[in-house]
């Protein structure tokens, strides 16, 4: 079998297999026959051994008990799978040794690859008289040198085994194989699925520097993986600092044109007229200032990505421009009569809810359909507390790095400040208070809640904008006293809803329900 690009057995734990022990039992118990392995290139992993007190089919070791079978054959029956696996036969073979005893293998075959052979020897078929006497006239030939009555009586030792006993031995050994392909497919299974939460891992977490594992998070990694594989517009909303244009990274360096151009446009960054020239470009001598020709960021990214900030500030005149961008992938630079044709793919971000812009009419509705077709909305800070911690973590490590300095690490209560924070500003605003507090601690590797800014430290979180502005009214008013004190007394006991709900005179019942309606989550705790 040798040549064959096969996988590589593990047979130590096969061998030890408690099926596998029992089969080979089996097999020695009723014929008196030893059980091997044979790798793919034609070696004994296990060489069969005879149970016989003083037999064993190589006759130099006839008075030496339970010695291996002959190791030639190995090399011999492997051959003959090999060539009947070739012609794409799956069965048992049988040999004979120079012995004279039959040897007899069966494959073992996953996934169309030959992973080795299970043997079985040595013996002699019932009836076969012609074969017993074979097997004593090679034993009393000058090779062995056995007298002929040592040669005639180890031949009558020799387990016989009838036909039928020959095709149970045969249904044994392909039971015997079948469950080292079961235990072998079984691993690489396994094997697969390790790699698979490893290619995970390494997109899901490392999606361009996106940090986050919480269940908003996760719903954000599982609309990635579906949308990088194909070239549909995207429209990713969300609140000012949430990282739209990491996602729109995300995208394009995950996916088939990520060795294509990466463009960026910020539509709020130009007036009109500049915006035109910048994503379209412009011909020399179109207007005051054109003095040469102008290659349009559309054309800049062509056969790549181009991502367009804040779309929903684009003018209605641009926006009709854009849609036949989209629509048929041609455009025509200012000042020019000729249209160019591109191919790019379309990623589009607004923190603007563009839906109410069209209602209103300040966005045209055949765009906001064409941009959105796929559509992602990233969750604000407050809304995804768990990744809080992460990402401390990890703009600490990115702020040692970039001065050389060892990590500083928070105060216990000054991530818990951290995690009870609204962060209006999201993950920048996170960022800089990073950075700000890493400046401040100077050569302190500890850092205390008191550099906090001022904000953070007055602030107490607040989950929705809308639920808990100041109360108008007196229902609000209990509903914000309500809440606030079931917030101090959760967290007093460290979020233990038995321990809380006693504390309110409430059942824990009614406490979890109020919980769910004021979005009171357990959030989690800094470590001191």
């Not at 079998?1 to 118990?29: C, F, S, Y």
């Not at 549909?232 to 995950?254: P, Y």
């Not at 044109?257 to 446009?265: D, E, Y």
């Not at 205390?448 to 229902?475: H, K, V």
Request: charged share 30%; proline share 4%; hydrophobic share 40%.
């Amino acid at each position: 079998m040798a040549g064959l690009a096969a996988p590589t057995l593990n047979w130590e734990d096969i061998l030890d297999l408690h099926v596998i022990k029992k089969l080979t039992q089996i097999i020695n118990r009723r014929w008196q026959l030893g059980v091997g392995f044979a790798s793919t290139d034609g070696k004994w992993v296990k060489p069969p051994r005879l149970v016989l007190g003083d037999g064993a089919c190589e006759a130099v070791q006839l008075r030496k008990p339970g010695m291996a079978a002959c190791e030639k054959t190995a090399g011999e029956v492997a051959g003959l799978i090999e060539t009947a696996f070739k012609r794409g036969e799956l069965k048992a073979v049988t040999a004979v040794c120079h012995a004279g005893l039959r040897e007899m293998g069966v494959p073992i075959v996953l996934g169309g690859e030959l992973l080795g052979a299970m043997l079985v020897g040595g013996f002699i078929v019932a009836g076969d008289d012609a074969g017993a006497g074979q097997v004593a006239q090679r034993l009393a030939a000058p090779a062995l040198g056995l007298p002929r009555t040592d040669a005639d009586r180890l031949t009558a030792r020799q387990p016989r085994l009838s036909p039928r006993d020959v095709d149970y031995l045969t249904e044994l050994m392909e039971l015997c194989a079948e469950e080292i392909v079961t235990f072998q497919a079984e691993i690489v299974r396994r094997e697969q699925r390790l790699e698979k939460m490893q290619r995970d891992l390494n997109t899901r977490y490392s999606y361009d520097a996106i940090i986050g594992r919480s269940r908003p998070m996760q719903e954000i990694y599982r609309l990635l993986d579906k949308v990088i594989d194909s070239d549909s517009t995207v429209l990713i909303s969300g609140e000012n600092g949430t990282g739209k244009e990491l996602v729109a990274k995300a995208i394009h360096h995950n996916s088939a044109r990520k060795h294509r151009r990466f463009v960026i446009q910020n539509c709020s960054a130009f007036n009109d007229n500049l915006l035109d020239s910048e994503l379209f470009g412009h011909k020399k001598g179109s207007f005051t200032g054109a003095i040469s020709d102008k290659q349009g960021l559309f054309e800049v990214a062509d056969g790549g990505t181009f991502f367009l900030d804040e779309i929903g500030d684009m003018s209605p005149a641009l926006q009709v421009k854009l849609l036949r961008v989209l629509q048929e992938g041609t455009f025509i630079p200012v000042g020019d009569t000729s249209a160019k044709q591109v191919d790019v793919r379309i990623i589009a971000a607004s923190n603007r809810d563009l839906k109410k812009m069209v209602e209103k009419g300040e966005f045209r509705e055949d765009l906001y359909y064409r941009v959105n077709v796929i559509n992602l909305t990233l969750p604000p800070l407050r809304d995804r507390r768990d990744d809080i911690p992460t990402l401390v973590e990890f703009f600490l490590k990115k702020n040692a790095k970039g001065r050389r300095l060892q990590m500083k690490r928070l105060t216990k209560e000054c991530l818990d400040r951290l995690l009870d924070y609204a962060w209006p500003g999201n993950v920048r605003e996170l960022e800089n208070e990073i950075e700000r507090l890493v400046v401040l601690a100077g050569d302190d590797k500890v850092i205390a809640d008191d550099l906090l800014s001022q904000r953070i430290r007055d602030q107490a979180a607040r989950e929705g904008d809308d639920d808990y502005l100041e109360p108008s009214s007196l229902p609000d008013s209990v509903k914000t006293l309500e809440r606030q004190m079931i917030f101090e007394i959760l967290k007093k006991n460290q979020w233990n809803k038995t321990k809380a709900a006693a504390e309110l005179k409430i059942s824990r019942r009614n406490l979890i329900r109020k919980v769910t309606k004021y979005k009171l989550e357990q959030r989690p705790r800094g470590k001191a």
